[in-house]
Nanobody, 128 residues
């Protein structure tokens, strides 16, 4: 059974930073496309960033325009962990952040919610 777990959420002041971590049991995240999504109150789930499998020809991380230049997705293949570094956080970044993984090894990652495995989410609140 695959389990995805996010950690690192919390309360931060505007302009601050947080780093979210995504780990898995039952799935080697280094071998699968992984994405981060956000669901703000009253809004649809939004794809923020994604990264393809480590051995995929697509080595480029992808970002939504709303977070480009502020958020960075990365992998630690030894720890089999995917991170989302979030800088210059603003109130509109408040929401529940989800990590998702694709069961298909070879697909290029996308920012649409077509992923097979999802975590329970981590709350991020940006407020002074």
């Amino acid at each position: 059974q695959v389990r995805i777990v996010e950690s690192g959420g919390g309360l931060v002041q505007p302009g601050g930073s947080l780093r979210l971590s995504c780990t898995s049991s039952g799935l080697s995240l280094d071998l699968h496309p992984v994405a981060w999504f956000r669901q703000a109150p009253g809004k649809e789930r939004e794809g923020l960033s994604c990264i393809s499998a480590s051995d995929n020809n697509d080595k480029t991380a992808h970002y939504a325009e709303s977070v480009k230049g502020r958020f960075t997705i990365s992998r630690d293949n030894v720890k089999r962990t995917v991170y989302l570094q979030m800088n210059n956080l603003q109130a509109e970044d408040t929401g529940v952040y989800f990590c998702a993984a694709d069961s298909y090894l070879d697909r290029v990652c996308v920012l649409t919610p077509r992923y097979d495995y999802w975590g329970q989410g981590a709350q991020v609140t940006v407020s002074s």
